[in-house]
């Protein structure tokens, strides 16, 4: 048969097949790729371009990945529920997906905090290196399949500042009473130093500062603690926050709604969360570099933390991590590993990257 014979005959076959109205197979991929529209509730406003843009950035990659058959609609904090109830909407069903941070639910358990930072922890390469290669992130997927949720990684500020303070710090004896927004877990290595601990949402922070409901805060760095307007009510800034010298940002999902994805939407929710973890960082990076000459610039004064505070902070550390070890079996399970990763990569950071930073930024310190 020649080719312009055969090529006659299948479109008779085809023909023929409309007219006696059959169909012919949709392809698979076709068929595998439904439209499908979620709803994503943020810990953050909107005006921290940053974090929250990260779910935006995310929200986007899927639809791209996707063609536009899986979008998710993003919702900052407040919309439709507070954002330190994100991860309660995951898993009750009301969302099915979040954009959090685990430290915020120590609460329920104080082992949500390891998947995010822990006082004197990873830093952003470490903490990347835990949960890629290290075990990370099966150990906090297995946690967080108690909660009928699974995770991945969105995002890594960087280590952050110590905070704002509306006086000055020059000793432990000066933390005495002193009322501290802080996060996770740091409240409770400050609490024996006499810091009394808070836990509020970004929004609100302003305001209790002003009012003095608030002596100080954390929130993040430079860059997103100056569009929050911290340096108007407290001027004396500090670094480091030895709590979170590497904290990783979250996408949240409902466990049995991301199971019932089609596995190329799967892979698409993988790659978009991947984007997002190296792209939060090296937004960081640029706008907090930018972001400290500025507050520099308007007056604020720019402290480290005392070294006895942060001696004071470690060995309260310490004792806690062991306090938690000896009484909450998921939490041991999940820090002795990453204790033992801490110690051995610790190690040779010493060896290459401290030497090698400490040399070159005392040079250039020194104008050379």
């Not at 905090?113 to 297995?142: K, M, T, V």
């Not at 805060?217 to 430079?222: A, K, L, S």
């Amino acid at each position: 048969m020649d080719r312009r014979s055969f090529i006659t005959r299948a479109g008779a076959v085809s023909g023929g097949a409309v007219a006696t109205g059959l169909s012919l197979a949709a392809p698979a991929l076709a068929q595998s790729a439904p439209t499908l529209r979620w709803r994503m509730t943020s810990s953050f406003p909107n005006t921290l371009d940053t974090l929250f843009g990260s779910s935006k950035l995310f929200s986007q990659t899927i639809s791209d990945l996707t063609d536009g058959r899986f979008t998710i609609d993003v919702f900052p904090a407040g919309e439709l529920v507070p954002g330190l109830q994100a991860f309660d909407a995951v898993q009750d069903g009301t969302v099915e997906a979040a954009h959090t941070v685990l430290y915020y639910y120590v609460g329920k358990d104080p082992t949500f905090a390891i998947g995010s930072s822990i006082p004197f922890g990873l830093n952003a390469r470490q903490q990347n290196a835990w949960l890629y290669n290290g075990g990370g992130n099966e150990a906090i997927d297995a946690f967080l399949s108690d909660y009928g949720v699974t995770a991945f990684p969105a995002g890594n500020t960087g280590t952050q500042m110590g905070g704002w303070f509306r006086k000055e710090i020059n000793s432990v004896a000066d933390l005495q009473g002193l009322k501290m927004r802080i996060a996770g877990i740091a409240g409770q290595v400050l609490a024996p130093l006499g810091v009394i601990g808070q836990q509020l949402a970004g929004g609100d922070v302003y305001p209790a500062l002003e009012r003095g409901t608030l002596d100080a805060t954390e929130f993040v760095g430079p860059y997103d603690d100056e569009k929050l307007g911290f340096y108007q009510v407290a001027p004396y800034y500090y670094y480091p926050a030895f709590w979170e010298a590497g904290p990783t940002v979250h996408f949240v999902f409902n466990k049995k709604q991301m199971e019932t994805l089609p596995p190329t939407y799967q892979a698409a929710v993988r790659t978009a969360s991947a984007l997002c973890n190296t792209r939060m960082l090296a937004d960081y990076d640029v706008k907090n570099s930018r972001a400290i000459r500025s507050l520099v610039g308007k007056g604020v004064k720019l402290r480290p933390l005392p070294q006895d505070v942060l001696s004071a902070a470690y060995d309260s550390s310490r004792k806690i991590y062991a306090d938690l070890s000896a009484s909450n079996a998921k939490w041991k399970t999940i820090y002795d590993p990453w204790n033992q990763f801490r110690s051995e990569i610790y190690e040779w950071f010493r060896v290459a990257e401290y030497t090698n930073d400490t040399f070159a930024y005392t040079q250039q310190a020194a104008g050379k």
